[in-house]
């Protein structure tokens, strides 16, 4: 049975779950709700968790597991001859993976019977064109050994799929009848409810915990086994990025390092200034009327996909740059050759940022008490000079924290990057040269075939896990200066 048809099974048994065991407990209580331990609903509520969560919890176990499973089953079938030309056994599973999907499809849609998927001397080419004739893509490379083992595969996945249905099924029911027969007027059905939504809860909040402790896991067993193929002193201390997957790379990660602070650098230095002021007038200057237009309106900025913001610097703001500082520009100097650049990128991501530090800026100023005003008026500050010497100052530390969060979200972009610096790795001054980032070749470096296995490839996870120590440290030390010299006002 699909997994989709399974979910609605069991949403449905779920279903008729509350109903039984609402209607049960009414009676138990001669239909007098004042006569029940706890409401109806959750006696309903309870039938309906027992139903639910083992089966889901089984399924979800399940579907992780049996791909693996089945996968180990049918790699131990794979004929020698086929990986010895090189092959990886990664790819044949993948031909053998897709290839039975095309035959469900093909059963599924009637282009091919079940007898036919099933037997074992099927000509390919008739198998190609029965599976084109539903839209599924083949390669040519598929002999008839991965043939046999596409259709061992579906056999065992099928086996599988019926065995978990009946688990899944047979578990839904068994809940159903033992939260059943606990239904009487006596039973604290709100407290085993109440006992499981908490627990749900917990399970809710740790998967964030669980999923950043697997990548920062995953990033540094990639590292570790890249610095046994790589020296760590030359990664860290190398001036040169000049990738090869023929031999003889040279991985100094300084000139992406390099390029990744001076982007950030001019990316702050256009939206902190724009920022910090436009939350000045938004907090200080603005009208209510002015402010509900004008706070959102700005706001939107943080909305746009990235991916537009790198189109936007490399159409749009690269030209225009070129236009004033390219060679036969209206400045008439030669500082910038081509519209990818430092300063493209840079422009484009501090237009970005604007939000980020308006938004936080906004929040902090209108977080200052309107008494420490009040006592600036009194002593006969104007509006500005009560800006610049109280709501500044008292902040100051939540304002530093915004910037340092901007920082932190500069250093991790990548489309912008990719799109309006370039990909020349080089340690230069000049912000009309192209340059790039850690971010951008990461992207490049995962990109492509090549073998995971090679210094190339396990690179990204290096430089994947330098970033993330980078970043963390500026969240935590943003963190830091926010508790540290925050004030804190009746």
Do not use: C
Request: charge should be negative.
């Amino acid at each position: 049975m699909p997994v989709l048809w399974l979910l609605t099974l069991l949403l449905a048994l779920a279903l008729v779950g509350y109903v039984l065991a609402r209607r049960r407990a009414l009676a138990s209580a001669g239909g007098n709700t004042r006569n029940l331990h706890s409401l109806p609903s959750y006696y309903g509520s309870n039938a309906a968790l027992f139903v639910l969560v083992p089966s889901l919890l089984v399924l979800a176990l399940w579907l992780v597991l049996q791909p693996i499973l089945i996968g180990a089953s049918v790699r131990g079938d794979i004929p020698p001859e086929i990986v010895s030309d090189g092959s990886s056994f990664g790819l044949v599973m993948s031909d053998v993976r897709r290839l039975a999907d095309g035959l469900d499809a093909a059963v599924g849609q009637g282009a091919m019977s079940a007898e036919e998927a099933r037997a074992t001397e099927v000509n390919f080419d008739d198998v190609r064109a029965v599976l084109g004739s539903v839209g599924v893509a083949l390669g040519s490379a598929v002999d008839t050994n991965v043939l046999r083992l596409a259709q061992s595969y579906r056999a065992i996945s099928a086996t599988f799929d019926m065995v978990r249905t009946v688990i899944v099924l047979g578990l839904a029911i068994a809940g159903f009848l033992y939260a059943y027969s606990r239904t009487n007027a006596d039973f604290r059905a709100r407290n085993t409810v109440e006992r499981a939504i908490l627990a749900i809860l917990i399970v809710a909040a740790s998967i964030a915990i669980l999923t950043t402790v697997g990548i920062v896991l995953s990033l540094i067993f990639n590292t570790i086994e890249f610095f046994q193929l790589y020296p760590a002193s030359e990664f860290f201390f190398s001036t040169v990025w000049s990738p090869s997957f023929g031999g003889g790379s040279e991985l100094g990660m300084l000139p992406l390092l390099w390029g990744t602070l001076y982007i950030s650098l001019v990316a702050l230095l256009v939206a902190v200034p724009i920022g910090l002021l436009s939350a000045i007038y938004l907090s200080e200057y603005a009208g209510p009327a002015v402010r509900a237009f004008a706070k959102p309106l700005l706001e939107l900025l943080a909305g746009i996909p990235t991916i537009v913001y790198g189109l936007f610097a490399l159409l749009t703001v690269g030209p225009f740059l070129v236009s004033f500082f390219g060679q036969d520009g209206h400045l008439g100097v030669n500082w910038m050759g081509g519209g990818t650049a430092v300063m493209t990128a840079g422009l484009v991501m501090g237009i970005m940022l604007i939000p980020f530090v308006s938004s936080l800026s906004d929040d902090i100023i209108n977080a200052v008490p309107q008494s420490m005003r009040d006592g600036s008026f009194g002593l006969g500050a104007t509006r500005s000079e009560t800006i610049k010497q109280v709501v500044l100052p008292a902040a100051l530390p939540g304002i530093v924290g915004a910037i340092l969060l901007a920082a932190s979200r500069a250093i991790g972009e990548t489309m912008i990057v990719v799109l309006g610096a370039g990909a020349a790795a080089r340690l230069s001054l000049n912000p009309f040269e192209a340059m790039t980032t850690v971010t951008a070749k990461i992207v490049s470096q995962l990109t492509g075939d090549s073998d995971f296995a090679s210094p190339e490839a396990l690179v990204a996870f290096s430089l994947g896990m330098t970033l993330f120590v980078i970043t963390l440290g500026l969240n935590v030390f943003a963190l830091y200066i926010v508790r540290k010299y925050r004030e804190q006002y009746e």
